[in-house]
């Protein structure tokens, strides 16, 4: 494995990670609606387990899938049930006041998230095979999986950070009901792509 081939890796994980979908729809509404502390243990439940589909990958979760696809698909359908939940908890909870979110429930929530998100197992499944030789020894694959834990607990604790400073914070609970509706339905039409594609109408 060479410095380039790292270089090029966190280059498109943190392209990946920026983008919109449910890993940083969660950690964005999370930090602004629970505070600071639980939109960081948020991210650091979505890096967790991010970093942990990347170890997978490395030990070949590609060939997994590719010999049996009905996992895949399996994966995908229990993401896109999950989604709705959240979706659904999200547009019940923007009409009520705001309550604390405990750092374990936060963390969990990350966990299960990029659990069931195909994003991020798609990424982990494929971009290192397009990156990085086969064969890496085990050296080179827990320095893999260490970045990319690294960089991910980077980009949520520093999200977090940014969108409790007393500007955002004030517009935000101003805008509350519109914001967290907004995440929900997002969150839906997320899930509900997920349905469509597996059932064969995308």
Same mark, same amino acid.
């Given at each position: 494995?060479?410095?380039?081939?790292?270089?090029?890796?966190?280059?498109?994980?943190?392209?990946?990670?920026?983008?919109?979908?449910?890993?940083?729809?969660?950690?964005?509404?999370?930090?602004?609606?629970?505070? %600071?502390?639980?939109?960081?243990?948020?991210? &650091?439940?979505?890096?967790?387990?991010?970093?942990?589909?990347?170890?997978?990958?490395?030990?070949?979760?590609?060939?997994?899938?590719?010999?049996?696809?009905?996992?895949?698909?399996?994966?995908?359908?229990?993401?896109?049930?999950?989604?709705?939940?959240?979706?659904?908890?999200?547009?019940?909870?923007?009409?009520?006041?705001?309550?604390?979110?405990?750092?374990?429930?936060?963390?969990?929530?990350?966990?299960?998230?990029?659990?069931?998100?195909?994003?991020?197992?798609?990424?982990?499944?494929?971009?290192?095979? &397009?990156?990085?030789?086969?064969?890496?020894?085990?050296?080179?694959?827990?320095?893999?999986?260490?970045?990319?834990?690294?960089?991910?607990?980077?980009?949520?604790?520093?999200?977090?950070?940014?969108?409790?400073?007393?500007?955002?914070?004030?517009?935000?609970? %101003?805008?509350?009901?519109?914001?967290?509706?907004? &995440?929900?339905?997002?969150?839906?039409?997320?899930?509900?792509?997920?349905?469509?594609?597996? &059932?064969?109408?995308?």
């Amino acid at each position: 494995m060479s410095l380039e081939q790292l270089l090029a890796f966190n280059l498109v994980l943190a392209a990946a990670v920026a983008s919109p979908g449910p890993a940083l729809l969660l950690a964005v509404q999370t930090a602004l609606g629970a505070g %600071r502390r639980s939109g960081v243990t948020a991210g &650091a439940g979505l890096a967790c387990m991010a970093a942990t589909w990347t170890g997978l990958a490395l030990l070949g979760l590609g060939a997994v899938f590719a010999t049996v696809p009905a996992l895949a698909i399996a994966m995908k359908l229990a993401g896109a049930c999950y989604l709705l939940l959240l979706a659904r908890g999200m547009w019940r909870e923007s009409a009520l006041p705001t309550l604390p979110v405990p750092a374990r429930r936060a963390f969990r929530q990350g966990i299960t998230v990029n659990l069931l998100n195909p994003k991020s197992v798609l990424f982990a499944a494929a971009v290192l095979v &397009a990156i990085f030789p086969s064969g890496l020894g085990v050296t080179d694959s827990a320095l893999v999986v260490a970045n990319h834990l690294v960089v991910e607990l980077c980009f949520y604790s520093g999200l977090a950070c940014l969108l409790n400073t007393r500007t955002v914070a004030e517009r935000y609970i %101003r805008a509350r009901l519109y914001i967290d509706r907004g &995440a929900a339905i997002l969150l839906a039409a997320l899930a509900l792509r997920l349905l469509v594609d597996q &059932a064969g109408f995308a």
